[in-house]
């Protein structure tokens, strides 16, 4: 006769005298970009029992590539404002290659600055 608990949300089982999580391997895997790496390696350095919590339930794979998307639709987003905004266009890197790649750059790095801070540091 084996005992069950569930604590955490966590089903465990009864082996002689310790009780050991019931991990199952779930073979959903989707592809993981690169914001969803690093989602994971802010979750490694700042929230370890996050992640171990989700590695556990079988749900990382998934948070990582919600994210990856989520960051991905919000990149495109940014960007597309950012050259509206700033009158980046096809006439200006046929004018000015230069700026229109200083321009791009500066898009760029604010793009990225702001999807780390509102979605991968979250």
């Not at 465990?12 to 690169?34: A, K, Q, S």
């Not at 490694?44 to 989520?70: V, Y």
Request: with cysteine; glycine share 4%; net charge negative.
């Amino acid at each position: 006769m084996e005992k069950h608990i569930i604590y955490n949300g966590i089903s465990y089982t009864l082996h002689g005298d310790y009780y050991f999580p019931d991990l199952e391997y779930h073979t959903t895997n989707y592809p993981i970009g690169r914001w969803g790496r690093m989602r994971l390696e802010y979750l490694k350095k700042n929230h370890q029992t996050w992640l171990d919590r989700m590695m556990l339930e079988g749900t990382l794979n998934n948070h990582l590539h919600q994210i990856d998307l989520q960051c991905q639709e919000r990149y495109d987003t940014l960007m597309e404002g950012y050259k509206r905004c700033w009158e980046i266009t096809e006439e200006l890197k046929a004018q000015d290659q230069m700026k229109w790649v200083q321009l791009m750059n500066m898009a760029k790095a604010e793009t990225e600055n702001n999807i780390t801070q509102e979605i991968i540091f979250e």
